[in-house]
C-alpha cells in the first residue's frame, strides 16, 4: 500500500475536493499533511463524503461505481456497536483483508468470528475507501461485505440488510451499461454467499 501522503494524492486526482465542495489545499490541510508519512489505508469519513457519492469514484474497466435502487437509505447506515470511527474527516485503517476466508458465512455468523480474531469488520465506507486505493482488489467471486454498515430502526433492532460491494451484472434493475462496474448493493445479514468474502481490518487510528 501507498504512503498516505501518495493516497491523499490519489483521491485528489480523482476528484475528492470536487465532490467535497472544497478546494485541493483546504482538503489537504483537513488531512493534516504533517500526520501523512505512515501507512495504512487513508478513510474518507462520512461525514466529508456520504458513501452514496464516494461510490462514485470507484472505477473499473472505464466505468463508475454505483448504488443500487433499493439502497437509497445508504447513509441511514451507521456503525455497528462495539466499532469506533474516529471523528475526524480523514482517518487510517490498518491491515484490512477481504475475507476470503469468510466466504459462504453469513454476515450474523461471521461478526462474532471476526472479533475472536481481535480484529474489527468494515464500514460501507471504509469499503469504499480501500477499494479507491487498491481497485484490483475488487474481483469477479472474490467480493465482499462490510458488515460494520448497519441501518438502526426505530424499534432498536437493526434492519436486516448488510451493505456489500461486488460487480454489476448489467440486470434489467441495474442497466446493461452498468455491467462490470463497482456496485454497492446489500445481502440479507442471515444468508451465505459463496462470492462475498467478509471484510475487516487490525483496527483504526486518527491520523494525528
Given at each position: 500500500?501507498?504512503?498516505?501522503?501518495?493516497?491523499?494524492?490519489?483521491?485528489?486526482?480523482?476528484?475528492?475536493?470536487?465532490?467535497?465542495?472544497?478546494?485541493?489545499?483546504?482538503?489537504?490541510?483537513?488531512?493534516?499533511?504533517?500526520?501523512?508519512?505512515?501507512?495504512?489505508?487513508?478513510?474518507?469519513?462520512?461525514?466529508?463524503?456520504?458513501?452514496?457519492?464516494?461510490?462514485?469514484?470507484?472505477?473499473?474497466?472505464?466505468?463508475?461505481?454505483?448504488?443500487?435502487?433499493?439502497?437509497?437509505?445508504?447513509?441511514?447506515?451507521?456503525?455497528?456497536?462495539?466499532?469506533?470511527?474516529?471523528?475526524?474527516?480523514?482517518?487510517?485503517?490498518?491491515?484490512?483483508?477481504?475475507?476470503?476466508?469468510?466466504?459462504?458465512?453469513?454476515?450474523?455468523?461471521?461478526?462474532?468470528?471476526?472479533?475472536?480474531?481481535?480484529?474489527?469488520?468494515?464500514?460501507?465506507?471504509?469499503?469504499?475507501?480501500?477499494?479507491?486505493?487498491?481497485?484490483?482488489?475488487?474481483?469477479?467471486?472474490?467480493?465482499?461485505?462490510?458488515?460494520?454498515?448497519?441501518?438502526p430502526k426505530k424499534t432498536g433492532a437493526?434492519?436486516?440488510?448488510?451493505?456489500?460491494?461486488?460487480?454489476?451484472?448489467?440486470?434489467?434493475?441495474?442497466?446493461?451499461?452498468?455491467?462490470?462496474?463497482?456496485?454497492?448493493?446489500?445481502?440479507?445479514?442471515?444468508?451465505?454467499?459463496?462470492?462475498?468474502?467478509?471484510?475487516?481490518?487490525?483496527?483504526?487510528?486518527?491520523?494525528?
Open positions: 500500500m501507498a504512503f498516505l501522503v501518495d493516497q491523499l494524492d490519489r483521491l485528489l486526482d480523482l476528484g475528492l475536493a470536487d465532490l467535497a465542495g472544497v478546494d485541493e489545499e483546504t482538503l489537504a490541510d483537513r488531512a493534516e499533511g504533517e500526520a501523512l508519512a505512515g501507512s495504512g489505508t487513508l478513510v474518507v469519513h462520512p461525514s466529508l463524503i456520504r458513501p452514496s457519492t464516494l461510490a462514485t469514484l470507484l472505477q473499473r474497466k472505464g466505468k463508475p461505481g454505483y448504488v443500487v435502487p433499493d439502497m437509497s437509505d445508504l447513509c441511514d447506515f451507521t456503525p455497528i456497536d462495539g466499532v469506533e470511527v474516529p471523528l475526524t474527516p480523514f482517518y487510517v485503517l490498518d491491515g484490512i483483508d477481504r475475507g476470503d476466508d469468510l466466504r459462504d458465512w453469513s454476515p450474523d455468523e461471521a461478526l462474532p468470528e471476526i472479533a475472536s480474531r481481535g480484529r474489527t469488520p468494515l464500514t460501507i465506507s471504509e469499503g469504499i475507501s480501500w477499494l479507491l486505493q487498491r481497485p484490483e482488489m475488487l474481483e469477479p467471486n472474490h467480493c465482499f461485505m462490510t458488515i460494520a454498515s448497519r441501518k437493526l434492519d436486516k440488510r448488510t451493505p456489500g460491494i461486488w460487480i454489476g451484472g448489467g440486470s434489467p434493475r441495474d442497466g446493461k451499461e452498468r455491467d462490470g462496474a463497482p456496485k454497492v448493493g446489500w445481502c440479507w445479514s442471515g444468508n451465505r454467499h459463496s462470492w462475498l468474502g467478509i471484510a475487516s481490518a487490525d483496527g483504526r487510528r486518527p491520523l494525528a
